[in-house]
């Protein structure tokens, strides 16, 4: 009998109640996961720094610029900085996004949250989806999946001024994916589902060390370099599985992409698509991670 997956133990809001009390105890958890060997300059990293006794949660550098002092505070050069709501508030924001498989309207975070307006939820939700963009990665080694997909309504039932039928099949926006099994993923939106575009994307994030890359039989692909141990599924003769090549690690992710773009925020605009991917790279890279609330902290 095969064995079930350990349930990864995620917080749950009494447990997060119960850490996060007051506000008080939300910039200690801050400064705690963004400086966890000491507090150090935002600007230049020094740790030659002073706290400012009467500004809680502000220190001063004397190392960026002899003779003067630069100040910062916990929030300095983070997606909190420059909003007036509390850092409370945006760590409840943050948890409720992370604790949903297909994450979180905004509508539905301005309805619990009790906000002024629903601008400032959307306006959190994305400063959140900009923190949780991962810049740095590894090239994925390993049996990797690589696929395409389309995200957007039909252009026949958009308003004429935002119909743009050349950016995929029906005016769809195309998006790329590439998954180490049982590993890590990695999710771009592009211009164009063209082969040049494809490979690109593959020689960036696959290592040419992997020991087996899967694709579709989509013609884009068969240009690939011949070090790239390449090998492909007929989805076009109903071919879905051939030993170990296959891509259904990949289309599960695109399967959960889309329902949580059709169902909890019903639509999604070119514009902020790739925040919305990388919210839900996000997720997928961390969900057997315990501490995914702190891991996005530490992003933010």
Known sequence: MARKN?????????????AFPDESACCAYLVGHRWPTGVRCPRCGSDKIGELSTMPWHWQCYACNPGTSYRFSHITRTIFENTNKPLRDWFRVIH???????GVSALQIYRTMGFGSYKTAWYMCHRVRVGLQDQKFRKLMGIVEVDETFIGGKDKNKHWGD???????????PVIGAVTRKGNL???VIERADAATLQNFVKEAVSTKVSLLATDDNHAYLGLPAKYPHFYVRHSLGQYVTGAVHTNTIEGFWSILKRGVVGTYHKVSAKYLPLYVAEFQFRYNNRQNPDIFGEAIRGC
Not at 9 to 16: I, N
């Open 6 to 18: 350990k349930r990864i133990h995620q917080m749950t809001l009494p447990e997060w109640e119960a």
């Open 96 to 102: 409720a996004m992370l604790t949903s498989k297909k």
């Open 186 to 188: 990695l999710a771009r």
């Open 163 to 173: 119909r743009g039928g050349s950016r995929g099949p029906k005016g769809k926006t």
